[in-house]
């Protein structure tokens, strides 16, 4: 990750792990004293739910990554997680290697539910000092509360190459599959993430050169530039708080869902007319092409969701003349 977000990030898991340090190692003192009893180990976590109000999940795992309590959640116990192996999980890798009491997994995007996540680990000990087990809490990163942090530095001088096929014929070279094409479906929801919980309100893909430039709330006369290995990392949001939509903006899940899928289409369908970058402002409802044939267009956003995407790449194109693919 660049280096201005990383620190950010630092910080604010620095901050994090403050905050729950406390009232974590409490709970986990607690659960020592019934570790053995599964019945009274799920009771004590379900009353104490409302000191954590921000977790949705609580579980107590063994020394070996055994799940020994149930699933404890504000919807209510769930017995079926009892017993189940949690020791390859990486967290728990770590967990166990750490010199910590307290650890924080790294962020992640979890399954199916494509939700952002954190997991805070809590060693629990006897009184002696012999290792019983791990209190886990899951945090939703959208739950989370604000962290003051520093603003990201973006002055710094990025050189990067372009797309390689502007150097040649459009008809007379390829296009070249780029990592972000690979990695599309993995930055969907981190990308939704941003936009729709975290300020971004103008986020542009290019995909030849598999990095994006997007537009924060906070900081709109400045951009920043994002390689394709930082968007690939959920703590990407940690970067940023939490900020809901303003009420005039009527951007959904759904309709960013129908962009990125015409998107990618644009992008893949053909290997001579393709799209080379492209973008969405919420604030404005406009969508930005940058085509292979050197042609940029900006439409509104239902506009651009409601236009067969031969318009663009099919032989019915209507932006070289009579026969597209003759190149007249």
């Known amino acids: 990750m660049q280096s ?52 949705s999940l609580f579980y107590v795992i063994n020394p070996f990554g055994i799940q020994i309590s149930a699933n404890i959640a504000k919807s209510g116990v769930d017995l079926q997680y009892m017993g189940q192996n949690l020791s390859e999980r990486e967290w728990f890798k770590l967990t166990r290697d750490s010199s910590e009491s307290l650890y924080l997994s790294d962020v992640y995007v979890s399954q199916p539910d494509n939700v952002i996540g954190i997991t805070a680990v809590h060693q629990i000990y006897t009184r002696n000092g012999t290792l019983l087990g791990y209190l886990c809490v899951d945090f939703k990163l959208e739950n989370l509360p604000y962290f003051v942090g520093v603003e990201p530095e973006t002055n710094q001088w990025k050189r990067l190459a372009g797309d390689p096929s502007i150097r040649d ?44 430039t997007l537009w924060h709330y906070d900081d709109p006369m400045r951009y ?12 990407l949001c ?6 809901p939509l303003p009420e005039e903006i009527s951007i959904t899940d759904s309709i960013l869902d129908g962009l990125f899928d015409l998107f990618f289409e644009l992008r893949t369908s053909d290997d001579y007319l393709y799209v080379r970058s492209c973008s969405v402002n919420v604030v404005n409802g406009l969508v930005g092409l940058n085509l292979s044939w050197d042609s940029q267009h900006y439409l509104a956003i239902d506009e651009f969701l409601n236009t067969d995407p031969l318009h663009w790449i099919g032989s019915d194109n209507v932006w070289f003349g009579d026969d597209v693919r003759s190149g007249t």
């Open 169 to 212: 014929l459009m008809f007379h070279h390829k296009r070249t599959v780029s990592e972000m094409e690979t990695q599309f479906e993995s930055l969907r929801p981190i990308i939704k993430e941003l936009i729709l919980s975290r300020g971004i309100f103008h986020f542009k893909f290019h995909f030849s050169a598999s990095r994006a």
């Open 238 to 243: 940690l970067a940023y708080d939490k900020r």
């Open 4 to 55: 201005n977000l990383a620190k950010i990030v630092t910080l604010r898991l620095a901050a994090l792990s403050y905050s729950l340090s406390q009232p974590l190692a409490q709970l986990a003192e607690r659960c020592g004293e019934c570790i053995d009893q599964p019945e009274l180990l799920n009771r004590l976590l379900s009353s104490n739910q409302t000191r954590f109000e921000n977790g």
């Open 224 to 235: 920043q530039v994002i390689l394709l290995e930082d968007m690939l990392q959920p703590s």
